[in-house]
């Protein structure tokens, strides 16, 4: 059976700059459409971005004729202000857009960065699924800090990031560890402390930690961050791995 990839709309994403003018989210939606993925994951990087947002009608077609659409929580309030998910009015207000959003595009998971996730209960877990992901080594998160989070959160899924989990040298780790829990991996590589770097790019020797996730049957979602304006290198990422998937 063919592997579900998506594609994260992040990967077109400066924290600087947001999605660059000429294309916004609609012209990196319709991008991501031309290449052999499985659907797409919404990000915005901040709040406001999030709730000025309408999809066009385009988009909203593009996006329900894929089967694995995912949403990516902002990480931002304002500017660089951490955004933190709380009994807070902005809270509720980016919650209730990323639900609707989540109803339109049929989308499958809202995923998270735990550190900003100050109260649990202000999520819709009856009608919506949610996951956190693991974190970057500077954060100094543990198993043990993720398994209390799954502890009282029984609903909540986990993203097994490749990059971040490889930098902490813990990929085989949190796999043995959650493998039950993975809701979907997001894959990207890492260099020293170059994160978010695409597959297709490394060497076959560097390629063998990640092949642990090649036994698994979850779905992959591409997470790198190639720099470019174009499709060529992002096409280029997605025919990679569907090929090194098989």
Known sequence: MKRILSISTGCFYSINKGYNRV???????????????????ILFGNVAELIKYKFKKET???LRSMK????????????????IFSNKPIARKALAKIYHAYDMIN???????????????????????HSIENMEKHHNFDINYYNKIFKNNHSFKFVLDTTHSSEA????????????KII?????????????????????????QFNIIKKSRFPIVLEN??????IGEYKKEVDFVRKWLN
């Open 23 to 41: 294309m916004e989210m609609d012209g990196v939606i319709k991008l991501c459409s031309k290449m052999d993925v499985d659907g797409v994951e």
């Open 60 to 62: 909203l077609d593009i």
């Open 68 to 83: 694995f659409n995912t949403i990516h929580a902002p990480f931002y309030h304002q500017k660089k202000e951490d955004m």
């Open 107 to 129: 989308a499958k998971n809202i995923n998270f960065h735990p550190q900003q996730v100050k109260n649990f209960k202000i999520f819709d877990t009856i009608n919506y699924q």
């Open 169 to 180: 040298g813990e990929l085989n780790k949190l796999f043995k560890v959650f493998n039950k």
């Open 184 to 208: 979907y991996c997001h894959l990207s590589a890492n260099y020293f402390n170059h994160l978010h770097l695409p597959l297709h790019v490394l060497n076959k020797e560097y390629l063998k």
């Open 225 to 230: 961050q190639t720099g470019t304006k174009t």
